[in-house]
């Protein structure tokens, strides 16, 4: 099965524009969550996403968003860019009643 | 509210010595514990739950419930043991939160 995949890998972004993030699961799994990656915050958990709709969510401003089609791939909007938006953003799937997350590459973004 | 805690930022270990990486965690309710690790220039993935009781290249994790830990351990390290690993739980709405993770770095 191929694995979790994530578009575009590498982002760079100005300040006060808006990016969307890509994120394919892996086949037969309905569940992607979204997390964020930064040296200072560690992981932190953003939204999950099962059949459409957001399931749980984070304790991100409402900048962040996201939606899951009824492919299951998920994407991931940040508007009104700011400096601190700079991390690594992972995708994980999973099958829905398994905590094992499958987690792709990562998009890392960069806000300048 | 809910918190996982590692207290090592890094965890520097002779090869063939023991390691043991803490991990204590806050939860009201029973919750599912895991470890992940992250090799360098790879994705983060699994390595063991503690519902599997299992042990994955030669290291296993107990739940104790009474110390509300779930310490990582091996007899043994390796070279390729070198990597961040994080504890993460999972709250019964399926949220996983993970810990800030533990640096291990192994000399031969």
């Known amino acids: 099965k191929a694995g979790v995949t994530q578009t575009p890998r590498y982002l760079i972004k100005t300040r006060g524009q808006q990016v969307t993030l890509s994120c394919s699961p892996i086949s037969g799994h309905r569940s992607v969550s979204w997390y964020q990656q930064t040296p200072g915050q560690g992981l932190q958990f953003l939204f999950e996403?099962?059949?459409?709709?957001?399931?749980n969510k984070g304790n991100f401003p409402g900048r962040f968003s996201g939606r899951q089609f009824s492919n299951s791939r998920s994407e991931m909007n940040v508007s009104t860019l700011e400096l601190g938006d700079s991390a690594l953003y992972l995708c994980a799937s999973r099958v829905m009643g398994s905590g094992e997350q499958y987690f792709g590459p990562g998009t890392r973004l960069t806000v300048t | 509210a809910q918190r996982v805690t590692q207290p090592e930022k890094l965890l520097s270990v002779f090869k063939g010595a023991p390691v043991e990486l803490k991990c204590n965690y806050s939860y009201s309710g029973s919750p599912e514990l895991f470890w992940y690790v992250q090799y360098s220039r790879q994705r983060l993935q699994l390595l063991l739950r503690?519902?599997s009781r299992e042990s994955i290249k030669g290291f296993t994790a107990d739940l104790n419930k009474g110390e509300t830990s779930f310490h990582l351990k091996k007899p043994f390290a390796q070279e390729e043991d070198s990597a961040m690993y994080y504890c993460a739980l999972m709250d019964s709405w399926g949220k996983l939160q993970f810990g800030a993770g533990t640096q291990v770095v192994v000399t031969p």
């Open positions: 503690h519902i």
């Open positions: 996403y099962f059949s459409e709709t957001q399931r």
